[in-house]
Nanobody, 125 residues
């Protein structure tokens, strides 16, 4: 069993920054793909960023250049540094992982088996 726990959410004004963290525990394959997703009220969950074991990253177009995903394979854990935040970034942010993928990490909700409970990010204008 794999457990994921997010932390670091909060409220910030537009243009501000936040850093989210996700710690994995249990029977976690350290080579697993890991990712951040988010879900805004009334909207479907969407992919934000993925990171492979070797550090390769991929971002959704809406966050490219403002959000940075990173991982620490020793723990294992991932972070999401969020800069130049916009009100449209307001959402519940979820950490996800799946051992079936080690490269070419998908940014598709259905491809991830393990999920955290989420952490809320609120950006005011």
């Amino acid at each position: 069993q794999v457990q994921l726990m997010e932390s670091g959410g909060g409220s910030v004004q537009a243009g501000g920054s936040l850093r989210l963290s996700c710690a994995a525990s249990g029977a976690m394959d350290r080579r697993s793909c890991m990712a951040w997703f988010r879900q805004a009220p009334g909207k479907e969950r969407e992919g934000v960023a993925t990171v492979e074991y070797d550090g390769s990253t991929y971002y959704a177009r809406s966050v490219h250049g403002r959000l940075t995903i990173s991982r620490d394979n020793a723990k294992p854990s991932i972070d999401l540094q969020m800069n130049s935040l916009k009100p449209e970034d307001t959402a519940m942010y979820y950490c996800a992982a799946d051992h079936r993928w080690t490269t070419g990490c998908p940014m598709v909700e259905e491809e991830y088996s393990y999920w955290g409970r989420g952490t809320q990010v609120t950006v005011s204008s």
